[in-house]
């Protein structure tokens, strides 16, 4: 290792190893996909705090509003717009309802959502992948 690679800033060694990387990849679109989302969070790791803070607040936007469409449990208690004009994750997350384990037991059903993006399962319904040899 030389001494520029020891002194590099984390994140440049990781970004560096992950592109050298990058020619060995399997070929198809899964393997591509995951080396893909590998790059985003080795991007997102060295964020700084209000740059992760912008990235949990936009992904927390998305989920919420997912929740109030599509899951009958929380299209009933929220809208999808319930954090649009939240500042903060913490200003956000306050204006959330508590789910309880009672609720999260008793509304299971209803706790699940009525359609999802293409691509994606129910959690624990995805059928298991065949080992590739």
Do not use: C
């Amino acid at each position: 290792m030389s001494t520029q690679d020891q002194t590099a800033w984390p994140g440049d060694r990781v970004k560096s190893a992950l592109d050298e990387l990058a020619p060995s990849l399997l070929s198809g679109a899964e393997p591509e996909a995951a080396f893909k989302a590998q790059l985003l969070l080795a991007d997102s790791q060295w964020l700084d705090r209000s740059e992760m803070d912008e990235y949990q607040l936009a992904h927390l936007r998305t989920l919420v509003a997912l929740a109030a469409r599509n899951v009958p449990f929380w299209h009933s208690r929220i809208a999808p717009d319930i954090i649009d004009s939240a500042a903060t994750v913490s200003e956000a997350l306050a204006r959330l309802p508590i789910l309880s384990r009672d609720q999260a037991h008793d509304e299971s059903t209803a706790l699940r959502a009525t359609s999802l993006r293409p691509g994606q399962v129910l959690a624990g319904t995805a059928q298991p992948r065949a080992r590739r040899v």
